[in-house]
């Protein structure tokens, strides 16, 4: 049996069909009058949700294919699709050695109906990675700048200090 019934007789139009969760199985529960009242006039105080504003969503979890569409961009940004499939793929199978080429596309596009567990880590953790090596290079690229604007304006940096930017950066001052 389903998880839903369909209540067809307490609506009012035929075209009003209100869901409603069917109950336990008898051995499995007490049976008591208001749990009975109280299942058969579930439908009693059915309201229309409010309408959110456009172009904003009720949940703050980013979809999949948000998640794959933003790493792409981290990965190579302005890059068509079928460019970004094998990166995106090479990234993810660090993570899930088992995920194929064509899941990946699927992901990417949004045509998958479930999303396994072990595919959202490797999707969590590829992105994590790919913001956090942005993240290091913006961060280098500051110290770097920061350095230079301070050796402009007549206070040079130490030695051990430029070794420090430089380790940043990826190269020797």
Known sequence: MTALAFDFLAS???SL???KRVPAPASKRRE????????VSSNDNFTVPSQEPAGEDLSVVP???AMMREL??????????KVLYPLLHADLVRHAPDMS??????????????????????IRLALSHRR???ARREFACAAVAMSKALAASGVPLSAEQC???GTLAGEEL
Do not use: M
């Open 163 to 165: 070794r420090v930017v």
């Open 32 to 39: 008591t009058l208001a749990a009975t009242v109280e299942f």
């Open 72 to 81: 792409g961009e981290l990965i190579s940004a302005g890059q068509p699709a």
């Open 17 to 19: 069909i209100h869901a």
């Open 101 to 122: 080429a064509r899941r990946v596309r699927a992901l990417y596009n949004g045509e998958v109906s479930r999303l396994w567990n072990d595919e959202a880590l490797a």
């Open 132 to 134: 956090n090596q942005k």
């Open 63 to 65: 979809s999949p294919q």
């Open 12 to 14: 009012h139009s035929p």
